[in-house]
């Protein structure tokens, strides 16, 4: 037996053994993403009537949270997420979850600063031990390693079935460094399913697919949109396209195997897919485990305006809830109710356009529907209560289904005039009207071709 599995012998322990370290008042961080702990979850939710005044932080929960559904009246626990998935909104609406504002990329720095709230425990899920005595912080590192160099409690849910990502850097906790080890629960990765592009995806996409070259640097997001465009890149003659992403999704996968991925034009980290989470499907995460193509890194590396910079044609696209004709991005609120978080939006879009021929899109549907009604995405100012995700300053390309156009530089009439012409054309006569009344409509605004 080698030094490191005596080690791990003595740090093994049981998730209720484990969770006896949390103390009332605490600050608690788990991991996130698809690695939310479940056994040691469920273990501290079974130590509610012992605990009080205990905060959780996480992000994007894919598992329903235990300390959270099995503590309605908040009386042991409060749950945080730093973005929103569909089950962080579920919570939120029963009064159950709370949002922590804030840029993706400043995670790490924030933690290892004070500028969050420094946890007392941290509760990792990672692979299992390597023969070196490392655990890998699999599909989701980014602060992974600061919130093990921070919390006075480290303890580590293995997963046997969770894929290994190479570094990258910052990938790895030593067993020197792990308080406990709690071999917890084995499932495999819950899996995203892809969700189907509308007719509108698919021309918004090829809006999107035709302003990017050979030997650009792709950052894309989930959902039916961004899947479409990798599948009409993977279809396209396109060549030797370059991976800078905060996300892995399934699209890349399909690009890479398409032969369209090489990173051979990147300034930095040349021929390898850089992300700092993935989430997907299976075929994802099998493509990733032990795959020297891709590397992860924390993500105040990836999502650093700087870093994103450096690589020429670097490419972002992001989804919105609505923007007015100021140029104002709301990508996570609906008025008061939070929809997910900034994360890397505000990271991606800053940091293309700064790239030598980089190019930042802010994609959505032109209208909405809630409930019954119809609604324009495009609208005078953002709903009261909605989250400014992209300041006016920030943004370049705006696409819906009507077009594409480009809001930098432009004064406030040419946005006004420029946005209106990519609204639904139902909605269009009503926006001129306001725009008028905000004075930001001239004479020379071309009111005409704007209508029907």
Not at 120 to 142: H, I, K, Q
Not at 164 to 178: N, P, W
Not at 301 to 321: F, G, P
């Amino acid at each position: 037996m080698s030094i490191y599995q005596e080690e791990y012998k003595r740090k093994l322990v049981t998730a209720d053994e484990a969770v006896k370290v949390v103390k009332s008042g605490d600050w608690v961080a788990y991991s996130h993403f698809a690695l939310t702990p479940r056994s040691l979850d469920e273990a501290l939710a079974r130590r509610k009537d012992e605990l009080f005044n205990v905060k959780i932080r996480s992000v994007s929960s894919i598992h329903p949270v235990k300390v959270a559904t099995e503590d309605p009246n908040q009386e042991h626990f409060i749950y945080n997420s730093g973005f929103f998935s569909g089950i962080d909104r579920k919570l939120q609406d029963q009064g159950l979850a709370y949002h922590i504002p804030g840029l993706y990329a400043e995670s790490p720095v924030n933690i290892r600063n004070g500028q969050s709230d420094t946890p007392v425990v941290a509760m990792l899920v990672t692979t299992p031990m390597d023969e070196n005595g490392f655990f890998n912080f699999s599909v989701s590192c980014s602060y992974a390693r600061a919130l093990c160099e921070m919390a006075q409690t480290v303890i580590i849910e293995v997963n046997e079935n969770v894929p290994r990502c190479l570094g990258g850097d910052q990938e790895c906790v030593h067993i020197s460094e792990v308080d406990y080890i709690v071999e917890g629960n084995n499932e495999p990765l819950v899996e995203i399913p892809t969700i189907p592009a509308t007719e509108v995806d698919k021309k918004i996409a090829s809006l999107i697919v035709e302003e990017i070259e050979d030997g650009a640097c792709l950052q894309l997001g989930i959902g039916g949109m961004p899947n479409t465009v990798g599948q009409m890149l993977a279809e396209s003659d396109l060549k030797d396209l370059g991976v800078h992403s905060e996300m892995l999704c399934g699209a890349f996968v399909d690009l890479y195997e398409a032969g369209k991925i090489t990173g051979a034009k990147k300034n930095i980290d040349r021929f390898k897919m850089v992300f700092t989470f993935a989430l997907g499907n299976k075929k994802l995460y099998d493509f990733i485990h032990n795959n020297p193509a891709c590397a992860i890194y924390p993500v105040d590396y990836t999502n650093s305006v700087e870093v994103i910079s450096r690589n020429d044609k670097q490419i972002s696209i992001n989804n919105a809830i609505e923007i007015d004709l100021f140029g104002q991005i709301c990508s996570e609120s609906v008025g008061t109710r939070q929809i997910s978080g900034t994360g890397g939006q505000f990271d991606f879009t800053f940091g293309a356009v700064r790239s030598r021929g980089g190019k930042a899109f802010i994609c959505m549907s032109s209208t909405k529907k809630i409930k019954e009604n119809t609604m324009s995405r495009i609208v005078p100012t953002i709903t009261p209560g909605g989250i400014i995700t992209l300041p006016r300053t920030v943004v370049q390309y705006v696409v819906t289904e009507f077009g594409k156009v480009n809001l930098k530089g432009k004064s406030t009439w040419q946005r006004a005039e420029l946005l209106i012409s990519i609204a639904h054309p139902d909605y269009r006569d009503e926006l001129i009207k306001e725009a008028e009344k905000m004075k930001i409509w001239t004479r020379t605004n071309k009111r005409l071709s704007l209508v029907g």
